[in-house]
T-cell receptor, first 114, second 109 residues
Framework: EAQVTQNPRYLITVTGKKLTVTCSQN?????MSWYRQDPGLGLRQIYY???????DKGDVPEGYKVSRKEKRNFPLILESPSPNQTSLYFC?????????????FGQGTRLTVV | QKEVEQNSGPLSVPEGAIASLNCTYS??????FFWYRQYSGKSPELIMS????GDKEDGRFTAQLNKASQYVSLLIRDSQPSDSATYLC?????????FGRGTSLIVHP
């Protein structure tokens, strides 16, 4: 089954404690992206990756890191989480091409930083 | 900056009515367009895709694309309370998808 898998689904952590949210896709997609979603603000892109070892900042990259060492995985790293990073996070992947760029989403990770 | 614009709503319609959701995009190079439905706290799910000018129908949903006007719309016929959700418009420009902020739809009995 084609899918994007995020873990964990729910996470409560304390300010400053490093954490990683994993994202894995099994569709051999070149493109992967992280979004955060806050009430009234829609999906805001944090980072994206066009292929292995190629990453770029989205609209709200401050406080986040990513890596793309393998095509299937795109972890999101919060080196020193702060309460303003409390949000609902989504990972997505897409075939990178001129035609169909339908995005597939993970189930979401609800992060609370206290 | 490539953008997809949507009215945030909420759009409120009575049960059984037609809900009309609209979207404009800035990237003339976009070749694919998508509508996603998102229930609160859940991930977006694709409900319609459209690639050429005109209408595309799938059940109660019709997507409309006008590339000259850079305009995409979604019509939901016979709206049901279960259609109440946020609807995200996305364009597939420059090889990667760009999302609008979404329109909240409320279908009241």
């Amino acid at each position: 089954e084609a899918q994007v898998t995020q873990n964990p689904r729910y996470l409560i952590t304390v300010t400053g404690k490093k954490l990683t949210v994993t994202c894995s896709q099994n569709m051999n997609h070149e493109y992967m992206s992280w979004y955060r979603q806050d009430p009234g603000l829609g999906l805001r892109q944090i980072y994206y990756s066009m292929n292995v070892e190629v990453t770029d900042k989205g609209d709200v990259p401050e406080g986040y890191k990513v890596s793309r060492k393998e095509k299937r995985n795109f972890p999101l790293i919060l080196e020193s989480p702060s309460p303003n990073q409390t949000s609902l996070y989504f990972c997505a992947s897409a075939y990178r091409g001129p035609g169909n760029t339908e995005a597939f989403f993970g189930q979401g990770t609800r992060l609370t930083v206290v | 900056q490539k953008e997809v614009e949507q009215n945030s709503g909420p759009l409120s319609v009575p049960e059984g009515a037609i809900a009309s959701l609209n979207c404009t995009y800035s990237d003339r190079g976009s070749q694919s367009f998508f509508w996603y439905r998102q229930y609160s706290g859940k991930s977006p799910e694709l409900i319609m895709s459209i690639y050429s000018n005109g209408d595309k129908e799938d059940g109660r949903f019709t997507a409309q694309l006008n590339k000259a006007s850079q305009y995409v719309s979604l019509l939901i016929r016979d709206s049901q309370p279960s259609d109440s959700a946020t609807y995200l418009c996305a364009s597939g420009g420059s090889y990667i998808p760009t999302f609008g902020r979404g329109t909240s739809l409320i279908v009241h009995p």
